[in-house]
């Protein structure tokens, strides 16, 4: 039996993150993250409403009715974004994530970026690039690495 040729690191954990992101009950971006350290996944989340709320499929997207653009006010959206789940399973479980990686399907925007710098997340590996400049300049200046993989 012939064997096909591994994915990288890299490849594996965000495949996995899209995997995660079949979970997410957005209407206008599935996404999906996994916080790994020493290539041992930590714990993973997707964009949905808090537990046992209503998700944006059952009660529609505020924002897609009021046409706000990507990007923009976060604060009237019912979603826990991808990221915060996943800090949220990591502290729900006691599971220290100082040091790990991120592997998310669309680059954090500048809400998840403060955070991750906070809780001391060293690299962001993502697919997709999202319109927040102010993301990519903290992250600079925290010396956050953001990284896009160009294979998936």
């Given at each position: 039996?012939?064997?096909?040729k591994?994915?990288?690191?890299?490849?594996y954990?965000?495949q996995?993150?899209?995997?995660?992101?079949?979970r997410?009950?957005?209407?206008?971006?599935?996404?999906?993250?996994?916080?790994?350290?020493?290539?041992q996944i930590l714990?993973?989340g997707?964009?949905?409403?808090?537990?046992?709320l209503?998700?944006?499929d059952?009660?529609?997207?505020?924002r897609?009715?009021?046409g706000?653009?990507?990007?923009?006010?976060?604060?009237?959206c019912?979603?826990?974004?991808?990221?915060q789940?996943?800090?949220v399973?990591?502290?729900?479980?006691?599971v220290?994530?100082?040091g790990?990686?991120?592997y998310?399907?669309?680059?954090?925007?500048?809400?998840?970026?403060?955070?991750?710098?906070?809780v001391?997340?060293k690299?962001?590996?993502?697919?997709?690039?999202?319109?927040?400049?102010?993301?990519?300049?903290?992250?600079?200046?925290?010396?956050?690495?953001f990284?896009?993989?160009?294979?998936?």
């Amino acid at each position: 039996m012939t064997r096909g040729k591994r994915p990288s690191w890299d490849s594996y954990f965000m495949q996995m993150a899209h995997v995660v992101a079949g979970r997410s009950t957005c209407l206008r971006r599935q996404v999906g993250s996994v916080i790994v350290k020493d290539k041992q996944i930590l714990s993973t989340g997707y964009n949905g409403s808090p537990s046992g709320l209503q998700h944006c499929d059952e009660v529609g997207c505020l924002r897609q009715s009021l046409g706000v653009p990507s990007g923009e006010r976060h604060e009237i959206c019912r979603a826990v974004h991808a990221e915060q789940n996943a800090l949220v399973q990591a502290a729900k479980h006691g599971v220290a994530i100082r040091g790990a990686d991120l592997y998310v399907t669309h680059q954090p925007c500048a809400l998840c970026t403060k955070l991750l710098i906070n809780v001391g997340v060293k690299r962001v590996v993502y697919v997709h690039s999202y319109p927040d400049q102010l993301a990519v300049d903290m992250a600079r200046e925290a010396g956050l690495e953001f990284e896009q993989l160009t294979e998936s």
